[in-house]
C-alpha cells in the first residue's frame, strides 16, 4: 500500500526553524505533485505550499519569504523548510503526493498522518 510517513515536527520558539519530511513508499511508479497543508484548531485546512513534477511552486501568502518546499525525486521525499516561525504557524502540517500506481497507471492522492508544529511567543 502506498504510505506517507511525516516526520521533523516540534515545538519552536518564534523565530525558529523547522524541516518537515514526509517520505512515499509502496506501489509508485512515479511521484507527481506534492504538497503541503495545515489544520490549526477550530480553522480548516488549508495549502502551505505545493511543487510539482517539474519543479514549479506555489506559497500561500501567509509564509511566502519564510517557508521553502522542495523535493528529492529518488529519495520520493518532499520537504518544508520553515525559517522565521510565528506563533499563527501553530497547526497540524500534513503532506499530500499524488502519485502513478502500476495498476493502469492510474493517479491517486494520498495523505500524511501528519505532524504538530508548535511555535511559543
Known amino acids: 500500500q502506498v504510505q506517507l510517513v511525516e516526520s521533523g515536527g516540534g515545538l519552536v520558539q518564534a523565530g525558529g526553524s523547522l524541516r518537515l519530511s514526509c517520505v512515499a513508499s509502496?506501489?509508485?511508479?512515479?511521484?507527481?505533485?506534492m504538497g503541503w497543508y495545515r489544520q490549526a484548531p477550530g480553522k480548516q485546512r488549508e495549502l502551505v505550499a505545493t511543487?510539482?513534477?517539474?519543479?514549479?511552486?506555489n506559497y500561500a501568502d501567509s509564509v511566502k519569504g519564510r517557508c521553502t518546499i522542495a523535493r528529492d525525486n529518488a529519495k520520493k521525499t518532499v520537504y518544508l523548510q520553515m525559517n522565521s516561525l510565528k506563533p499563527e504557524d501553530t497547526a497540524v502540517y500534513y503532506c499530500?503526493?499524488?502519485?502513478?500506481?502500476?495498476?493502469?497507471?492510474?493517479?491517486?492522492?494520498?495523505w500524511g498522518q501528519g505532524t504538530q508544529v508548535s511555535v511559543s511567543s
Open positions: 509502496g506501489p509508485i511508479l512515479r511521484v507527481n505533485d
Open positions: 511543487i510539482t513534477l517539474g519543479g514549479s511552486t
Open positions: 499530500h503526493v499524488v502519485v502513478t500506481r502500476p495498476f493502469l497507471q492510474a493517479e491517486s492522492g494520498y
